[in-house]
């Protein structure tokens, strides 16, 4: 039986940086993968996704190129170039991580890990068994995508988001059912060539982890002017299959007539079959539960990513993959989670960081708001991109930064400033003080917060 310092069974976001960090710390380990290096984020998720987006992004500029001057005619896509080019993406990225563990010299073991004993992991290909043996184990098995009950996902007409990746097809029309981040990019995807696409939510609003109804308002708004139909408070209760064509049934009675329907209702974590009775690793929710550095209620177990709940982000895995490989090693760490950031990759895209202005109030803080609309920035103007705003939230006794919501060109990018003021501690006018490059999108931040003690200069202040 082979022997590591530490074995690693999952090589998603968590599971391959924390191999990676443990490496770099001196440890010998031993990473199990039962799929593909990089996990549902590189192959199954952010990365094939961003890869759609942004072909859609370039196509739907291309559309609208004569409004800069550019005469673009006959403008068409191949769908298969498309996800070939996403294909292309997706194997550097993997290729890229492989050269990483193998540079380390990191055991890559691939089969499917399951715990026998404290110490000891079974793996498992194509019928033969392998043991191996560590003194530190990281569950980091992550999540996949969630059904519903009675409702059979047949990957042909009835679809989950890993078979939208792999459908090189735009459907005339496609039900989206589940509001969240992933079915707002694939209604933004498939509406950006042409799909009639509608969004079946069964809560209140669209988005409904934004917890800020004003954005969720907005960009539900921004999405029925590009042709999406809405429908909230509805539940789809029973598919029939008829002539090639799928109809679902609403609990309302209302029947949608589509080609395909996409499940995008969230995940569930992947905790069955991986062993963890054998050393009753207790579970909360359906999820392992850790401590603040990770540690399950077992000693030398631990767990991080999806499997562990919370923000399912690739980042967030990411810094724990970093963080237990610290702990691991004698280090006293733990996440700040109040300085995650999220993002859904529409158009235009959102992103938040920490309270939004509900929570802020729910929790009992005075806060004073800062608000600036891309239509008042000159680069957005050039870009003819001004749908959206910037929000940020202060604590009103001393102006510290709390949160803060974009929804916008490059949000993805600009929030990054709102995670380092929150993580810093810095003020609206911390921010405000510092000079940005003009014109450059980031002067937003730099209105916004001016704007919450009302020295904002392109908009007519008011205070909030």
């Not at 006018?429 to 392109?458: F, N, Q, R, W, Y």
Request: charged residues 30%.
């Amino acid at each position: 039986m082979e022997e590591y310092d530490v074995i690693v069974i999952g090589s998603g976001p968590g599971g391959y940086v924390a191999s990676i960090r443990l490496a770099d710390l001196g440890k010998k380990v031993c990473l199990i993968e039962k799929r593909e290096v990089g996990g549902t984020c590189l192959n199954r998720g952010c990365i094939p996704t961003k890869s759609l987006l942004y072909s859609a992004e370039i196509f739907t500029k291309l559309k609208n190129a004569n409004d800069f001057g550019i005469n673009a005619k006959d403008i068409s896509f191949d769908v298969n170039k498309i996800f070939d080019h996403k294909e292309r993406v997706v194997k550097k990225l993997l290729n890229g991580v492989e050269y990483l563990l193998k540079a380390r010299k990191i055991v890559l073991k691939r089969g499917k890990g399951k715990i026998l004993d404290k110490g000891v992991v079974e793996i498992e290909k194509n019928g033969e068994k392998e043991l191996v043996k560590g003194k530190d184990i990281i569950i980091a098995t992550g999540s996949e995508p969630l059904s519903i009950k009675g409702i059979d996902i047949d990957h042909k007409y009835i679809l989950n988001s890993d078979d939208a990746l792999s459908l090189r097809e735009i459907p005339k029309d496609i039900v989206i059912v589940g509001g969240g981040a992933i079915g707002i990019e694939f209604a933004n995807f498939y509406n950006s060539f042409g799909s009639n696409v509608t969004i079946v939510e069964m809560m209140p609003q669209i988005i409904i982890n934004l917890k800020d109804k004003k954005i969720a308002n907005f960009v539900e708004r921004l999405l029925i002017k590009k042709g999406v139909k809405i429908l909230t408070r509805r539940k789809v209760e029973k598919i029939e299959i008829k002539n090639d064509r799928v109809y679902s049934i609403l609990d309302n009675g209302e029947v949608l007539e589509s080609e395909k329907v996409l499940f995008s209702i969230g995940r569930k974590f992947v905790t069955d079959d991986i062993g963890i009775e054998n050393v009753n690793i207790e579970l909360q929710n359906g999820k392992i539960k850790v401590d603040e550095h990770l540690k399950t209620n077992v000693e030398n177990f631990y767990a991080i990513g999806d499997v562990i709940g919370g923000q399912l982000y690739a980042h967030k895995a990411f810094k724990e993959g970093e963080v237990v490989a610290e702990v691991i090693c004698g280090k006293d760490l733990k996440i700040n989670y109040d300085v995650i950031p999220w993002v859904i990759f529409s158009k235009p895209e959102i992103a938040s960081c920490g309270l939004t202005e509900e929570e802020a109030k729910e929790k009992g803080i005075e806060i004073i708001l800062g608000e600036f609309p891309f239509a008042g920035n000159g680069k957005a103007i050039s870009m003819n991109e001004t749908e959206g705003f910037v929000k940020l939230i202060g604590r009103k006794y001393d102006g510290k930064i709390i949160g803060g919501q974009i929804v916008g060109p490059e949000a993805s990018n600009l929030i990054a400033e709102i995670s380092l003021a929150i993580k810093n501690g810095l003020t609206l006018k911390d921010i405000g003080d510092t000079i940005h490059a003009h014109p450059t999108l980031p002067e937003v931040l730099m209105e916004a917060a001016k704007a919450s003690i009302g020295e904002a200069i392109h908009i007519i202040n008011k205070i909030f």
